[in-house]
């Protein structure tokens, strides 16, 4: 019988289908353009090869494609009788994620990693800071992360996907050395390996590393297409590299052109969080950000994310709309608040809607409390950094810069010297 990449028997006895099917995990794992190519060829070469079907779907679920992966989740449902009990088990628990049952499908994830590790196409959905445990709103999810990809390691050898997972989680607990080490073993296997080299990236952040790790992502993206899953985030990080070193010409340029709605290619996800991001953490370094940027960004909020419910997706709409001075989508999101991290949402939202008012008292309460709890809403530590920086600002607006400097030497020492916030 035929096997993928990690030793799991197919069901198919098309070596083109395998191939296909081979190919586009591995583009899937490394972020690369041409999944759905990929896996629309395997089923091509097999109209009955199930996880082909299935890995559709997932891929494009994943893109924030909205309806559009349940018609090969059904067809890979459609086959799964006649399929081994891996595979079986593997259409059930990816179909569970795909139709939105979050955890169900976690539960059954779980539970088919004990019996099959290997099956690479199933344990990436725990994996990274947007995965199942990176958004389940949790408290303790960087330990639990890291938990999950080091049950992985042994199972996987010199295998260039789970090196980059692991590393991502050992930096995202604060284990940077090991990161640098374990990072650095994953893209000497495979250096186009996209999702390796935007963790490259955030180990070089982490480090504190500002020249090196902008050198790096900047010159790696050269080329990479446009087509790949991370080209607006890891635009994103030039961007922001850009902006701390002064570089502001770039810095507008790279928004521009790929992390701006209506540029950026990618998850909408990664779109509404990056643009907000980089508009805010350039407000709160001195850079006049024009009104009708952040305007745009709330319409592209509102459009794409009108009910809450994600999140890292909220927080950053909250911050989009108090921004634009939209005042009725901000107190959507802080009446509509839910999930399991919808408390901290909900502060957030208040803490933005308080700066955006001038009211920096209310602004250091609301955003203080979620200090000890915002890992909740999802993302990296790079990304809610924009969180800690808020309430940095907020102290400054009240005349407290000892403490403003206090708060940021213990939290982020890394970054004392970054002059992320005008008046450190």
Known sequence: MLQDRYGNALSTSSEAARDAYVAGVDRFLAAQPGVEDAFEAAIAADEGFALGHMALARARQAMGKGDDPKPAMAAAQALASRLSGREAAHVEALSLLVSGQGPAAYKAIRAHMMEHPRDALVAQTCCGVFGMIGFSGQPGREAEQLAFTSSLVPHYGDDWWLLGQHAF?????????????????????????????????????????????????????????????????????????????????????????????????????????????????????????????????????????????????????????????????????????????????????????????????????HLAVTMSQHERIGGSRAQRDLVEYALLNALLRQGKADQARLLLSVRRPLKVGAHAVKGL
């Open 169 to 365: 989680a050992q930096v995202e607990a604060g284990q940077t050395g090991p990161a640098t080490a374990t990072i650095e073993r994953s893209m000497a296997l495979n250096p186009r390996n996209a999702h390796g080299a935007h963790i490259r990236a955030h180990v070089y952040y982490e480090a504190g590393e500002t020249e090196a790790g902008y050198r790096y992502i900047d010159d790696w993206r050269q080329d990479y297409e446009r087509g790949g899953q991370l080209h607006c985030h890891i635009s994103w990080h030039v961007a922001l590299w850009a902006l701390e070193r002064g570089d502001l010409d770039t810095m507008w340029s790279v928004y521009d052109d790929a992390v701006a709605p209506g540029a950026a290619w990618g998850p909408a996800l990664n779109v509404i969080t990056d643009s907000a991001a980089l508009l805010f953490r350039a407000g709160l370094a001195g850079v006049e950000v024009p009104a009708g940027r952040w305007k745009q960004v709330s319409d592209y909020a509102a459009r794409l994310f009108p009910n809450t419910g994600i999140a890292f997706a909220d927080v950053h709409a909250a911050l989009a709309h108090a921004m634009a001075g939209n005042g009725t989508a901000l107190a959507k999101i802080v009446a509509e608040a839910k999930g399991p991290a919808g408390d901290v949402v909900r502060e957030l939202a208040e803490g933005f809607g308080a700066m955006a008012a001038g009211d920096w008292s209310g602004a250091e309460r």
